[in-house]
């Protein structure tokens, strides 16, 4: 939705092209059946693109490198590369340093993963967004659907409060350096309904 302003404006107001797999009736609906569809992806045994995946718990939710091929494939800019960075064994002075590199990193276009959960494992996944000032970031927490502040002294003090998980685990972050990519001039001809990229669309929802 942050990428593609006529799949935004489909899930939002069911206005344009039906996107297959995002059927309903009305957005939340839209908005649950594409992530159903997200799910299969990320989950699945055989990477997009070719290769295998590494196997992981099925408990503990989405495996983090199917959902970097999804974000490098269908979740950010045409040619965003993105990386790992493990974050549960750092210390507070390591998280601060991320998290700035997260703000030069994380711009329009181009968000982060965060995973969260408890001091033993992790259990849940946080999109992290460029701020509405320079230097800022938010986070969208899919549970109760809002977007808030994402400051560095909750991150590196490990107490963050997204879904009731407090401690960081891996972040899936922007290289901050874009590759060439065959289909970038076929995406980026896709017709726009809508304003340009922005997280308006889950603000919105997260308001009402």
């Known amino acids: 939705m942050l990428v593609d302003p006529p ?44 290769g295998v995946n590494p196997p992981w718990p099925r408990a503990l939710g989405t495996p983090p490198w199917g959902l970097r091929t999804e974000m490098q494939t269908y979740g950010s ?13 750092r210390g507070a002075g390591a998280l601060a340093r991320i998290h700035r590199r997260l703000t030069e990193v994380v711009v329009e276009g ?26 800022s970031l938010e986070v969208y927490e899919p549970h109760a659907g809002t977007v808030t502040d994402f400051g560095v002294d909750d991150f590196a003090r490990r107490e963050l409060a997204l879904g009731g998980w407090r401690h960081p685990w891996l972040v899936i972050r922007p290289t901050g350096h874009r590759r060439a990519r065959a289909d970038e001039t076929h995406r980026l001809q896709l017709p726009t309904f809508g304003r340009q990229p922005s997280a308006e669309p889950l603000q919105r929802s997260a308001q009402r």
């Open 7 to 50: 799949f935004a404006r489909w899930i939002v107001s069911g206005e344009g092209s039906p996107v297959p797999g995002a059927q309903g009736r009305d957005e939340a609906e839209r908005f649950a059946a594409y992530e159903g569809v997200v799910r299969s992806r990320t989950n699945r045994f055989r990477r997009v693109g070719g």
């Open 77 to 89: 800019l045409p040619g965003t590369s993105y990386e790992f960075d493990a974050l549960r064994p």
């Open 110 to 135: 181009e968000p982060a993963i965060l995973y969260v959960g408890n001091a033993q494992l992790p259990r849940h996944v946080t999109l992290i967004l460029p701020g509405p000032v320079r230097g």
